[in-house]
């Protein structure tokens, strides 16, 4: 995604990077091809909702936003790509830039674990490796199946943000375009079993194109948007993908982090604070 992948990929090319030793290069598992469902509809009556607690204009860059709001973006800061973002972490020694002839894309970070991603450019990721901090692969999940909608589509659905927790893998693939250039079939998350290598579930489409989403509980905080389509904050059920709650937002949202009970949201030109609340 040319759009998400470049804005937080790094502050300035990290020098030295490229004399990483790497990872001993496990060969990928290939995920079968997964569904490509239609786009959401309303979420029926959850119990839950996203309630909007402020909307401001926007001060600063990125970088400053964060900072203000004492947020922390989970990525590393990865070589050959730039950012207003001056926050993001040096990516770690034992992290490898280049992999099975792949560009490290994307870095990011978990608990004694970098999900790192990687492809031909900033706009292609599609292996997914999780490497430990001895720099051991713990798995490589190769998404080449989840690229294109089966509808004729050319554009490439990237990996774009990934998130491990309780032995299941979640992971969003998009392009940063109109949805009519996949006929609506866009913006997804998948759940993947990471003991069988099998799809739990895939969300419907457009829902998600954000760059980064969010575990909140039980769910998944997501959003969705684009010149001219809707822009929405969607909560995703994390035991099947469906959407529990959404909230329109005023423009598409770039960035979602969480802090305690909020999320705390940047769209194309407003700062946005939400709450995950009882209906």
């Known amino acids: 995604m040319l759009r998400k992948g470049l804005a937080f990929a790094a502050a300035l090319i990290v020098a030295g990077l490229a004399a990483t030793a790497p990872a001993a290069e496990e060969p990928p598992f290939r995920l079968a091809a997964p569904p490509f469902p239609a786009p959401a509809s309303s979420p029926a009556p959850s119990g839950t909702v996203l309630r909007l607690v402020s909307s401001s204009e926007p001060r600063g ?3 400053a936003w964060i900072r203000r709001n004492g947020l922390r973006l989970r990525e590393y800061a990865v070589p050959g790509s730039y950012s207003e973002n001056a926050t993001l ?10 992999y099975r002839g792949l560009r490290i894309v994307r870095a990011i970070a978990q608990a004694r674990t970098t999900l790192a991603i990687y492809g031909r450019d900033f706009a292609s990721g599609r292996l997914l490796v999780a490497i430990d901090t001895a720099g051991r692969v713990r798995y490589a999940l190769d998404f080449i199946n989840y690229g294109r909608a089966p509808l004729g589509s050319l554009l490439y659905q ?12 979640y992971a969003q693939t998009a392009h940063a375009t109109y949805a009519r250039d996949s006929r609506g079939r866009n913006g997804y998350v998948a759940a993947i ?8 579930w895939r969300t419907p489409a457009l829902v998600a194109n954000a ?36 909230l329109a937002v005023p423009t598409a949202p770039d960035l979602l982090l969480r802090k305690g009970s909020l999320l705390h949201v940047r769209t194309h030109d407003r700062d946005l604070v939400v709450r995950v609340a009882a209906a």
Do not use: M, N
């Not at 972490?89 to 280049?98: N, Y």
């Open 61 to 63: 860059d990125d970088a």
């Open 89 to 98: 972490e040096r990516l770690p020694g034992h992290v490898p830039t280049s």
């Open 158 to 169: 990237e990996v774009v943000w990934v998130a491990e927790a309780d032995g299941v893998l």
């Open 193 to 200: 079993d990471l003991a069988t290598r099998r799809l739990i």
């Open 211 to 246: 760059i980064s989403f969010e575990l909140v509980g039980g769910a998944l905080a997501t959003g969705y948007g684009f010149t001219a389509e809707p822009d929405y904050l969607y909560l995703l059920s994390r035991r099947t993908g469906k959407p529990l709650a959404r």
